[in-house]
């Protein structure tokens, strides 16, 4: 079991690979952030990704990202 200094360092790591792409270059001050997630949640990414039309009613935009196997949602504010 890892640790959640760990998870937090990878979950970090992750939000800053899909946002810097994301927004660089622009005057935008929309930021991603991690709003659903885990094994009780999605089980699969599939399942994740089925949540994204729904999610893009709310935000900007929306994408999944699985890390070690914990895939959570992650939506552009």
Do not use: F
């Not at 001050?29 to 949640?41: F, I, K, L, S």
């Not at 729904?54 to 935009?61: F, I, N, R, S, T």
């Amino acid at each position: 079991m890892k640790s959640w200094r760990t998870r937090t360092i990878g979950l970090a790591t992750v939000a800053a690979a899909v946002a810097i792409p994301l927004t660089a270059g622009t005057a935008s001050a929309a930021q991603w952030h991690d709003v659903a997630g885990g094994p009780e949640m999605y089980p699969n990414l599939a399942s994740c990704q089925a949540e994204i039309p729904k999610a893009k009613e709310y935000y900007q935009d929306a994408t999944c990202v699985e890390v070690n196997g914990q895939v959570s949602l992650w939506a552009l504010y």
